[in-house]
């Protein structure tokens, strides 16, 4: 996710938010089992912190604070909040 933020940093807000959010969906999908969930949520929180750093450099000055960045961007931009999408524990197919 580093790598991607750092080489787009040129794209429009509106179009990094969204290739975002799609990118976090299927990391959802994929790694949202049961027994994962703090693994996406620490995901989707280094996601945040990596985007914050990366788009306060797009210019010499500091462009967003936290507050900005996370009260104000982020809920303007909502990117999808972690999800489980399949239960290891229980299957739908043996009842």
């Known amino acids: 996710m ?3 933020i750092k080489t787009h940093l040129t794209m429009p807000l ?3 938010f969204k290739t975002l959010s799609a990118k976090l969906r ?7 089992v049961t027994d ?6 620490s995901f989707y929180t ?5 985007l914050y750093k990366w788009l306060n450099r797009r210019s010499q000055k500091k462009s967003y604070s936290k507050t ?9 931009f909502k ?10 524990f229980y299957r739908q197919d043996l009842i």
């Open 79 to 88: 990117l999808p909040e972690p999800k489980i999408y399949v239960s290891l």
């Open 14 to 16: 509106k179009e990094i």
């Open 26 to 32: 299927g990391h959802y999908q994929y790694y949202g």
């Open 36 to 41: 994962n969930t703090e693994a996406i949520k």
């Open 68 to 76: 900005a960045f996370f009260e104000g961007l982020l809920n303007t």
């Open 2 to 4: 580093k790598e991607w």
């Open 46 to 50: 280094q996601t945040e912190w990596l």
